[in-house]
């Protein structure tokens, strides 16, 4: 009789990611459930990824464009503007929600006890759904682009580095707040607050070329608005001013804020088995 097979986790890093890659299928498995529990049962489906950044720009247009009356940076029309600011804004902080509660949600919570696999997976899985929520909603963008005539220009290629940027974002935040949760069950609630500030903190409903010059660099270190520049900037091109070295600081507290997370994460994953 031959003896029985036993898994257990790699210790080093290059052994975790590797298992990570072994593991793909599983995350496929656990996206495809998740935007299958997202919108069954639901009377307008995948709309909703739509209904909600349209009623969001039009909310924020009228308070930031119509009622204070703030510039667009050029960028014309000031719906536009919202809108490109609500894409980027929209798949983080979706992200960053979902992100946060996939290891104490549900059937999450469970198989966590019951089989090894790195359980990285279990954000990255809710970040993949917000992605598939983001391509949703970026046919509205294209949608209104057609509509207002507004041709982007070469500046759109560099779009998807921007993209890349908001996800490790996503997932460094993510993966440590996903560990917090189950480490601290309050801190879920903390959550929802700290998104509800960070709507009007970033750019989404305005230019940061409205931020004086000399706290732009500072008002950089979230680096959101690096992100969210990066993307106006691909869509308006010369229309639309880029603020370099807040690009650059963006990308540095996003990579850092990733290397953390997932540190961090790694750390506390080992008792998830206790905590749970």
Partial sequence: ???????????TDQGYWLDLWNYRELLQILAWR????????????????????????????VVFGALAKLPSDGAAP????????????GF??????????SLISGENAKLLNKV????LIMPLAAIVVSLVD?????????????????????????LPLFLLLAFFLSLGVGAWVSALNVKYRDFRYVIPFMLQVGLYISPVGFSSSIVPDNWRLLYSINPLVGIIDGFRWCL??????????????????????????????RDIEKRFADLI
């Fill in 1 to 11: 009789m031959s003896a029985p097979t036993v898994v257990r986790a790699d210790s």
């Fill in 34 to 61: 998740d935007i299958s529990v997202r919108y069954k049962q639901t009377i307008i489906g995948v709309s909703w990824a739509l209904i909600r950044p349209l009623l969001t720009m039009i909310i924020l247009s």
């Fill in 78 to 89: 000031y719906s536009l503007l919202v809108l490109s600011g609500i894409l980027p804004w």
């Fill in 92 to 101: 983080f902080s979706s992200a960053l929600a979902d992100a946060s509660n």
């Fill in 116 to 119: 090894y696999f790195p359980r």
């Fill in 134 to 158: 983001f391509a949703i909603s970026c046919s509205l963008l294209v949608i209104l682009m057609v509509w207002y005539k507004f041709v982007p220009g070469w500046e759109i290629v560099f």
């Fill in 236 to 265: 308006f091109g010369s229309q639309t001013h880029l603020y370099v070295p807040g690009v650059f600081a963006s990308v540095t507290v996003t990579f850092g804020l990733t290397w953390l997370g997932i540190r961090k994460f």
